[in-house]
């Protein structure tokens, strides 16, 4: 891949550190794709395109307690994304910046989180309000989001 001026190389492939293993849950599906995919889920709630979630079999029964209009975290695996960048060069700042510093996709392990509405749960199936995520994205957990619990105390935006 074809990289901006001032990104640098991670000195090591992280996909060959593997400490842990993970098992997905099931995959998003979306209306995203290559080149067609909102820059974040602020950008896909405003295109207006909801999606869903489709746990694999065996899943369904971990969703009692879940209520429509409830937020969630949606964690899910950017499988097709690049993993090697220490430092890169978005279009929205005037300088390079760590990975860690962004919410890029581009991560050594290229887990991304959104926090999404739940809008129907049919049996293993989630829809939601909005991902930024392309079609087919693997899922790898999904939990509550909970005001007290989730934003820092004394938080300001």
Do not use: C
């Not at 309000?129 to 005001?147: M, N, R, S």
């Amino acid at each position: 891949m074809a990289h901006r001026d001032g990104e640098t190389l991670l000195p090591f492939d992280p996909a060959d550190r593997i400490d842990a293993g993970l098992s997905f849950i099931g995959h998003i599906r979306s209306d995203w794709g290559p080149g067609t995919a909102p820059k974040n889920v602020r950008q896909a709630r405003e295109s207006g395109s909801a999606a869903r979630i489709e746990l694999l079999d065996g899943y369904a029964e971990a969703l009692t307690g879940l209520e429509v209009g409830q937020p969630i975290q949606l964690l899910y695996w950017v499988d097709r994304g690049e993993r090697n960048l220490a430092t890169q060069s978005p279009k929205h700042a005037d300088a390079p910046r760590g990975t860690f510093s962004l919410r890029s996709p581009v991560r050594p392990n290229p887990i991304a989180l959104a926090t999404v509405f739940l809008t129907s749960i049919d049996g293993h199936t989630l829809g939601i309000d909005a991902i930024d995520a392309w079609d087919g994205t693997p899922v790898l957990d999904i939990k509550p989001w909970i005001a007290t619990v989730d934003v820092p105390p004394g938080w300001q935006p």
